[in-house]
């Protein structure tokens, strides 16, 4: 049901406002994206036809707290395939920066641990220019989890099969035991000061 | 066209999980008497995760400005890292405020649009160019070989460089190569799953066994792909999967640059052909 009350008229402009967001109002809700989506197979409530649809509509908190958003591949075939160049794919991306950084704000509550992962992820870039595995995995499972040693079993988990795999292929030595640094880490720094989403 | 010097973009994955990727891949150029130059102290691409396109050109700015001072077009054998460095290259020619922005932060960001950023598969093909290679060819690949593209070979439009439905460079290569692609149309383009991995890897998972499946029914010796993450799930975690989803898939996953090398001569050893997962024996076999 559509709450006309709880509509936000200014939604589609902050959307636009987003980088990637530009193309949102040449939607016509053809459905293409929808139906060439391969995640349609796995989540039967998927659908960024009707995240572009409510989002128009000005439906800010539905769309903004909606779980489907974080089980976008960013595999681009909406991108590649709709008429109307909407570029939803990174329109998505707009969409759950957007979210994000209403979640950080206490507004919403995102029930995905992806945001969780893609932090973890940039903050390895922040310190050394470079994914270091080992600090991602060691940041991601214990927030996921909720707590340190919960984390620890949960990596161990997933990783002690395939650690051992590339361990045995030489492609998880001692050295992987350690971040590979830019050397230039200042402007690493600068960069994620002045363009990161802190 | 002549190719005989590229800056070179080797990614994160290059000295861990995808390490056969950068042997091969440094092998190969060599043999073909491409110089590659290491970008001197590259930074990450940002991968998927950094999903701020403004994050993603800074970052990029960073690497493409380094090869821009050696006057070197720049080439990288992932995927994902190509799609990062070509977006941001196009925003960055483009915009001449984002190019000050991004400067701004740093000197060392100062970019001036004029190098290109170019996959491996694409260099191969429509740079070297096939006569040239078949020159240089010296072995046949006596294989059958599922040709697998992934997302950003061919997608989105502005960074793809080959059809977006129906992609063929590696195909071609791989016929050159004296390999028989077997059908495989209706996966060579679809998600490998590799991004929702750590989130949502019952999803990643199922994705993945699909590729690996229709490969091993339509009689495949080998998948062969561009990407260290596509690599990492097809190949990497393909125990894993067989174990969860309780099958048994049992299919070597080379990455296009070993099955070029191998095509020119190149020890099996020097292409890192024992660093892939699944053992990739039979295969060596098949190469006469
Ligand atoms: S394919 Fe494009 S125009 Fe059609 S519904 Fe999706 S976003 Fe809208
Ligand atoms: S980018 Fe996201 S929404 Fe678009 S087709 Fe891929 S998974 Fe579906």
Request: glycine share 8%; net charge negative.
């Amino acid at each position: 049901m559509i709450k006309t009350w709880e509509l936000d008229p200014n939604f589609k402009e902050e959307i636009m406002n987003e980088r990637g967001g530009e193309h949102l109002t040449a939607c016509f809700q053809c459905s293409t994206c929808t139906l060439g989506c391969p995640i349609i197979d796995y989540v039967p409530t998927y659908n960024p036809r009707k995240i572009i649809q409510m989002s128009l509509l000005g439906m800010r908190k539905e769309v903004l707290s909606n779980p489907d958003l974080w089980v976008c591949l960013i595999c681009q075939t909406c991108t590649a395939r709709c008429p109307q160049d909407v570029r939803i794919s990174d329109l998505l991306g707009a969409i759950r920066r957007i979210a994000d950084k209403e979640a950080e704000a206490g507004k919403i509550k995102i029930e995905s641990s992806r945001p969780i992962f893609d932090k973890a992820f940039q903050h390895q870039l922040a310190k050394y220019g470079r994914l270091y595995d080992m600090g991602l995995a060691k940041e991601y499972y214990p927030k996921r989890e909720g707590s340190f040693f919960k984390g620890m079993m949960a990596m161990m988990n997933d990783y002690k099969d395939f650690g051992m795999r590339m361990f045995k292929k030489g492609k998880m030595g001692p050295k992987a035991m350690f971040p590979e640094k830019v050397k230039d880490l200042a402007v690493m720094k600068k960069i994620f000061e002045e363009m990161g989403e802190k | 066209m002549s190719v005989t010097k590229l800056a070179y973009y080797p990614g994160c994955p290059s000295d861990a999980t995808a390490m056969e990727q950068d042997m091969s891949t440094k092998a190969v150029f060599e043999k073909l008497g491409v110089e590659l130059v290491e970008v001197e102290d590259w930074n990450c691409c940002g991968a998927a995760e950094v999903e701020d396109p403004e994050l993603v050109y800074a970052l990029n700015a960073r690497n493409l400005a380094i090869a821009e001072k050696e006057g070197l077009d720049i080439v990288t054998p992932c995927s994902i890292c190509y799609y990062n460095l070509e977006r941001s290259n196009q925003a960055l020619k483009a915009d001449e405020g984002l190019r000050a922005k991004v400067k701004g932060i740093d000197s060392s960001l100062d970019y001036n649009g004029k190098i290109k950023a170019k996959h491996v598969l694409d260099v191969f093909v429509n740079d070297i160019g096939l006569e040239e290679l078949s020159s240089k060819i010296s072995k046949k690949l006596n294989l059958k070989i599922a040709p697998y593209y992934g997302c950003y070979i061919s997608r989105p439009p502005e960074t793809g460089f080959d059809d977006p439905d129906d992609p063929d460079t590696m195909d071609k290569l791989i016929e050159l190569m004296g390999g028989e692609i077997v059908p495989f149309s209706q996966m060579k383009t679809l998600c490998c799953g590799g991004p929702l991995m750590m989130t949502r890897s019952d999803i990643a998972f199922d994705m993945a066994m699909k590729i690996l499946d229709t490969a091993k029914s339509a009689g495949a010796d080998c998948i062969a792909l561009a990407c260290p993450l596509c690599g990492m799930m097809l190949d990497g975690k393909q125990a894993d999967i067989e174990k969860a989803l309780h099958v048994e898939i049992d299919m070597p996953v080379v990455y296009i640059t070993q099955l070029l090398g191998l095509a020119l001569g190149i020890d099996a050893n020097e292409l890192g052909l024992n660093k892939n997962v699944v053992d990739t024996k039979d295969i060596l076999g098949k190469v006469v």
